[in-house]
């Protein structure tokens, strides 16, 4: 790579940055007692002269020492100890600290000073309100004993159709507390994709809402937790929160208020259970066929969370880390995860182009004219709630960049010290809007990973610089590479996003997965013995990394292969495109087309020199064999619930598979919107 091809550095930590940063304390912790040479030798230990390719480095090529330097440093209590670290590291099935017992949630109430707040959340439902720690202890005791009287016990399912509230959190530590295994979906999910998720791991417990406020539009959801009481045969009993409607009741359901009475003044246990015991089930987006059903465990996540959310998020005692979410993403997890630091956490359930609820009128029943979209409101937040940390999406921010959101304009952000960024890559374009709008001395970090490991692969590290449309760094402990076809690896080019050693939050297993064949198929395929991600990344010679969108959906035009997140930077960098999906076509003669379809704003359209606008900019970004063969102008792009396009079955839709077989509406944020591309796929046009 070229000097003039570096991309500009838009921040750099300064030395008390860096000096207080807790990778650094870690890094010299390593370099006393496991005599890691991550200071340049010689015994420094000058934060100045830390060096954090040095420390990755090590991390993943003493696999065994690293992560026993997690456990140790940061004090994981096990009722029996392990063995060894890795008495396996074959993948899949590396078998991690075998003989250690432990349980999650125990780390994150130790210590707890009853009085410090823990949990600040708000909703479209209910203002500003904060948990203390005192609080949390006592609500996630009452919930774990009015779970043991339902039989639940260790291993047993408990499945929540839950917001993103306090109450949430709470039952998902109890759940762990007692050596049971959670998981959870949000209530916007239509009732077969909580079927084709719940259905597999045939749940005891079913923890379910009443309903919920979305935009100022109340959807009551009793009818919704009906249907999943009939297809669940295995749930013994509903507990019903009656958060949208107060006093709101189900016939045959256990009011939430006298679950939880049922518990109160139980004290808080904690059953130890083996490193590898689930802790959880999460989901992939399931838009064809069921979703995987992605089992992790007590001990990898502790870890992986410890590592991740000390080190890499540099979470400390004044920060309040807010991330945007719903139950139904991983980054849910990974926020409720953030109680394992002494960091305190931001909970919001509800839109996030909507007026926050200090904003908006006291009664509980939602206007008749809602007001309009403000997507300020999630600054408004946390201004008011002190966030130091925010966390959203990608297209969050570049969509606040293109309706020309001042996050600052009347409103103290001065506690905010750093922007996260996932779900997409976050282009140049956003990356520069951020700094723009609030200056050099803010710390912006995208990351990639995802719901299979429920972590950043690459992501944020406070101590290094940030350069324009890159992500800082490979996160410690996962041997990230770029790979050829042939399993070269590649530097400052594209490659296929592997993993070349195991960590200990890579699922356990898949549920209902007896022979392990889904998941060697999902992971293992590609390159036998080495974890495929499926997504495009370059590895720059500086260490950064780009990510270049799924690796199934690259377009390959004579040889050059381009990654769609590299077109949509470029297209959306027009001020007439506010979203858009591309895909490449096969034809019956082996040829194919770039297909773009694209949101446009209000007021243009695709009559006048846009389109040609539109392939000047990708010509000159991309290259002239990437210019689209056609362009539209569609309503809406296909998501997920978890916000990702629908690229791939698009394409398939478009080559003449059935809808149906492609993608389960029921997955889908905007189902209504594959119908055009369903007609177009009829029409033949």
Request: hydrophobic share 40%; net charge negative; glycine share 10%.
């Amino acid at each position: 790579m070229t000097e003039s091809s570096v991309p500009r550095v838009l921040w750099e930590p300064d030395e008390a940055r860096i000096e207080s940063s807790n990778i650094v304390a870690f890094a010299r912790w390593a370099a006393r007692n496991r005599g890691v040479e991550a200071f340049g030798g010689s015994g420094a230990t000058a934060a100045a002269d830390f060096d954090y390719d040095a420390l990755w480095r090590w991390s993943v090529t003493d696999v065994d020492g690293f992560w026993a330097s997690i456990w140790e440093y940061h004090g994981v209590r096990a009722q029996t100890p392990y063995e060894q670290v890795l008495a396996d590291r074959s993948m899949p099935g590396a078998q991690w600290f075998p003989g250690a017992t432990l349980n999650y949630a125990e780390h994150v109430f130790e210590g707890r000073d009853a009085d410090e707040v823990a949990i600040r959340h708000a909703t479209e439902l209910r203002e500003l309100g904060a948990w203390t720690w005192g609080d949390l202890r006592e609500r996630t005791a009452a919930i774990a004993a009015g779970l043991r009287e339902l039989g639940v016990g260790e291993g047993d399912r408990v499945a929540a159709y839950l917001p993103n509230l306090p109450e949430t959190a709470a039952a998902f530590y109890a759940v762990a507390s007692l050596g049971a295994i959670w998981s959870s979906c949000s209530p916007d999910f239509g009732v077969r994709s909580v079927i084709d998720r719940f259905a597999q791991i045939e749940p005891k417990v079913l923890l379910a809402v009443d309903g919920y406020r979305y935009a100022g539009k109340d959807f009551d959801r009793r009818p919704v937790v009906e249907e999943l009481r009939a297809a669940l045969p295995t749930v013994e009993r509903t507990v019903l929160l009656d958060h949208l409607t107060p006093g709101a009741a189900l016939d045959g359901t256990l009011p939430w208020d006298e679950f939880v009475a049922s518990g109160s003044g139980a004290e808080l246990a904690f059953t130890p259970v083996p490193f590898d015991h689930p802790l959880w089930v999460l989901y992939s987006s399931g838009t064809t066929g069921l979703p995987k059903a992605i089992v992790q465990g007590h001990g990898g996540i502790l870890l992986e969370q410890l590592k991740n959310l000390n080190l890499h998020l540099d979470a400390q005692a004044h920060d309040r880390v807010l991330w945007f979410t719903t139950t139904g993403w991983m980054m849910w997890n990974f926020l409720v995860s953030v109680l394992l630091t002494k960091a305190s956490i931001v909970l919001y359930d509800g839109s996030p182009a909507h007026p926050s609820p200090s904003t908006a009128p006291d009664d509980r029943a939602p206007s008749a004219e809602p007001p309009a979209p403000d997507l300020g409101s999630l600054w408004d937040l946390a201004a008011e709630a002190g966030v130091t940390v925010f966390g959203t999406s990608a297209g969050y921010l570049s969509s606040c960049m293109k309706e020309g959101v001042h996050p600052r304009e009347g409103r103290d952000l001065s506690a905010l010290k750093a922007i996260g960024s996932t779900g997409s890559p976050l282009s140049p374009e956003a990356f520069a809007w951020v700094y723009e709008e609030f200056g050099s001395d803010l710390w912006l970090f995208s990351t990639s990973g995802g719901t299979d490991i429920c972590s950043c692969l690459v992501g944020g590290t406070p101590t290094l610089p940030v350069y324009e449309g890159e992500i800082q760094s490979r996160g410690l402990g996962m041997a990230v590479a770029a790979w050829d076809p042939e399993g070269r690896e590649l530097v400052g080019e594209v490659g296929e996003l592997v993993v070349t050693e195991p960590a200990p939050s890579m699922p356990v297993f898949l549920w209902g997965d007896t022979d392990g064949e889904r998941l060697r198929d999902s992971y293992f395929s590609v390159y036998p013995g080495i974890w495929r991600h499926g997504d495009w990344i370059e590895i720059t010679d500086r260490g950064t990394a780009i990510i270049y969108g799924r690796s199934d959906s690259t377009i390959n035009r004579g040889g050059v292969r381009m990654g769609t997140s590299e077109i949509y930077r470029a297209v959306l960098a027009l001020d007439e495109v506010i979203d858009a999906l591309v895909v490449d076509v096969p034809q019956g003669d082996g040829s194919s087309k770039i297909e773009l379809f694209t949101v446009l704003r209000e007021g243009s359209d695709l009559e006048g020199d846009l389109p040609k606008e539109i392939a000047r900019r990708i010509r000159t970004d991309c290259s002239p064999r990437h210019v689209p063969d056609r362009v539209r102008a569609i309503r809406a792009v296909p998501r997920t619930l978890s916000g990702k396009v629908l690229e791939v079955p698009v394409k398939r839709i478009l080559m003449g598979e059935s809808p149906q077989k492609v993608a389960s509406r029921d997955s889908l944020a905007n189902p209504e919107a594959l119908d055009y591309f369903s007609d177009l796929a009829d029409d033949g046009s």
